[in-house]
């Protein structure tokens, strides 16, 4: 899906969040925003997937202005964008499988949907696949609120690649999972991209993550697009810049950052 945004604003209360910001992105992309906590990232991905409507300037997704689109045109937009949360948004006391068949019930009748929630499964075989690929096949009937933390975010992950999107916005979603697992979803997420032709938008604290499996950054900051780079020209001075004025234990442990030799050419996977 291609992306436009152009001189987007945002206020919450009177106080700017998102100014005067502009960027595009091509089907197939992608792209990791890297910023400070606080700069407008969840809000811009609220643009993104249409959970809200812009104070001024505009978004247009494949080539429609979504403010020209009616109610049902909207409803379809939303159906082809995934999203995976910071918090995951799962129902607790749901089974893995319901949680994951939730992904598509927009695109289902409701008597489909009702029927596949409350009687019978349906689309189990492509249940059971995208957990395979999320590592967790062997939870599928587990009521969700039994699983850890991470487990839980890699049902929100597996539901998200259920819905097959054609664009998938993830909002910091290594924020609950170790290092080992981080890596291990940037890898599905980005060869999901490759095979699927999906756009895919994340954010991100571990930068030099970012960098190595993400061939464009947006660096944000202050509600603006602060850079766009491809990742092999993002400098040490870009991010300290970047992180400038975050809160004293940030910028300390950023500081350190070393950006990683991959970082010339990014990872291919
Ligand atoms: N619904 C809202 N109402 C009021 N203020 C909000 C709302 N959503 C976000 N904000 C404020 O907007 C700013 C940017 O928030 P957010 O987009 O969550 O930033 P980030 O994801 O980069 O940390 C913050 O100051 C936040 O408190
Ligand atoms: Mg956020």
């Avoid at 925003?33 to 407008?40: D, H, I, Q």
């Avoid at 429609?64 to 109610?71: K, Q």
């Avoid at 909002?171 to 291990?184: M, T």
């Avoid at 810049?241 to 910028?251: A, F, G, T």
Wanted: aromatic share 8%; with cysteine; hydrophobic share 45%.
């Amino acid at each position: 899906m291609d992306i436009k945004i152009t001189h987007l604003h945002q206020n919450f209360g009177g106080a700017p969040v998102i100014r005067d910001m502009d960027f595009s992105v091509m089907s197939g992309e992608r792209i990791a925003f890297l910023g400070p906590n606080g700069v407008g990232k969840t809000t811009l991905f609220r643009h993104m997937n249409l959970m809200i409507t812009p104070a001024a300037g505009g978004v247009e997704l494949d080539g429609a202005a979504i403010s020209t689109l009616s109610v049902k045109e909207v409803r379809a937009m939303k159906r082809r964008i995934a999203t995976i949360y910071q918090q995951h948004n799962l129902i607790p006391r749901f089974k893995v499988i319901n949680n994951i068949l939730a992904g598509r019930l927009g695109q289902w009748s409701t008597t489909r949907a009702l029927f596949s929630l409350l009687i019978k499964s349906l689309d189990v075989d492509d249940v059971r696949d995208v957990l395979e690929k999320t590592g967790i096949a062997d939870k599928m009937y587990w009521r969700t609120d039994r699983l850890s933390v991470g487990q839980q975010q890699w049902v929100a992950i597996a539901r998200a690649l259920y819905q097959n999107p054609d664009l998938l916005l993830a909002d910091e979603p290594c924020a609950s999972l170790d290092p080992r697992n981080a890596e291990k979803l940037i890898r599905l997420l980005v060869n999901w991209s490759k095979q699927h032709n999906t756009t895919v938008i994340a954010s991100f604290h571990d930068v030099e993550l970012a960098l190595a499996y993400f061939p464009r950054i947006i660096g944000l900051k202050d509600g603006a697009v602060f850079f766009d780079l491809p990742a092999g020209q993002v400098t040490k001075q870009h991010l300290q810049d970047l992180y400038r004025d975050e809160k004293p234990r940030e910028v300390e442990a950023k500081e350190n950052v070393v950006i990683p030799a991959c970082c010339i050419t990014p990872i291919e996977i």
